[in-house]
């Protein structure tokens, strides 16, 4: 089918919420056989080292799953943050909205280009 | 001379607490007219240390003030546990040193989110981290 997940984070996640959003998403994608997620944190206002690590982790599992994330909506100051932080999300795609992270994984879908990525997916 | 107007102190002792404290802080940052991006590096700054307090102090308290050095206003968080204390300060504010399983990011990172960044430490007698962010730094 390649069905695709909507994820909308709406609120600032402690710790444990994220880890569980994380498992919940993996055993999500493997039971509606999901070939794209689609992450939207348009809302949240701070991503530190962890929340960035589960992001991470997120696209890594859901690759190994046969599955695509894109992360949608961040915004600029969260973005610059990330940055000065030495925070590079590594393998984490992004989009600027959701529009255009649904155009990135339907493109990635029906083109059959999952091999070929444009970000660095060596060492992490 | 750095002086405070206000103050207020919160007890952080399990994950939970860790949501509320840095909306607090936000308020605080908002109150002195701090800019968005100033906000998000001192919430986030603010996230990664107290995550170190929970995770190497074993809890601690917070402080969080309103401070002004005639020129600017700013916001002061300090973090204090009574937890094992640094070995190797020096090692520890090395970018990608780690004795977690964290990236190690923690403090140097966090350093580079602030404009004044201050560590005390002594072993077995916690670890005090002093972070100031000025509305216009």
Do not use: C
């Not at chain 1, 080292?49 to 695509?68: E, P, T, Y």
């Not at chain 2, 405070?4 to 840095?22: G, H």
């Amino acid at each position: 089918m390649g069905d695709f997940l909507l994820v909308t984070i709406q609120v600032d996640l402690y710790d444990q919420l994220a880890e569980n959003l994380e498992s919940d998403l993996i055993n999500t994608i493997n039971k509606n056989n999901s070939k794209g997620v689609l992450i939207d944190i348009s809302a949240v206002s701070i991503i530190d080292s962890f929340m960035g690590r589960i992001l991470g982790n997120i696209a890594v599992m859901s690759k190994i799953m046969d599955a695509q994330t894109v992360v949608v909506g961040m915004q600029p100051a969260v973005a610059i943050t990330l940055v000065e932080l030495g925070l590079s999300l590594n393998g984490v795609i992004s989009a600027l909205n959701v529009e255009k992270g649904m155009d990135l994984l339907r493109a990635k879908m029906y083109n059959g280009d999952n091999e070929e990525q444009t970000y660095d997916d060596s060492n992490q | 001379m750095t002086t405070a107007t206000s103050k207020e102190e919160l007890l952080i002792v399990k994950e939970q607490d860790v949501v509320p404290l840095r909306n607090r802080v936000k308020e605080y940052g908002v109150k002195i007219g701090m800019s968005i991006l100033n906000q998000t590096k001192l919430i986030t700054a603010t996230s990664e240390l107290v995550r170190n307090l929970l995770k190497y102090g074993g809890g601690g308290k917070v402080i969080i003030e309103s401070v002004s050095n005639g020129r600017d206003q700013g916001v002061r968080v300090t973090f204090i546990d009574n937890g094992p204390g640094i070995k190797d300060i020096s090692l520890a504010m090395k970018d990608g040193y780690s004795t977690g399983k964290s990236l190690g990011l923690g403090l140097p990172g966090t350093k580079r989110l602030v404009n004044e960044f201050d560590i005390q430490t002594e072993l077995g007698n916690g670890t005090t981290v002093t972070i100031i962010k000025w509305k216009n730094g």
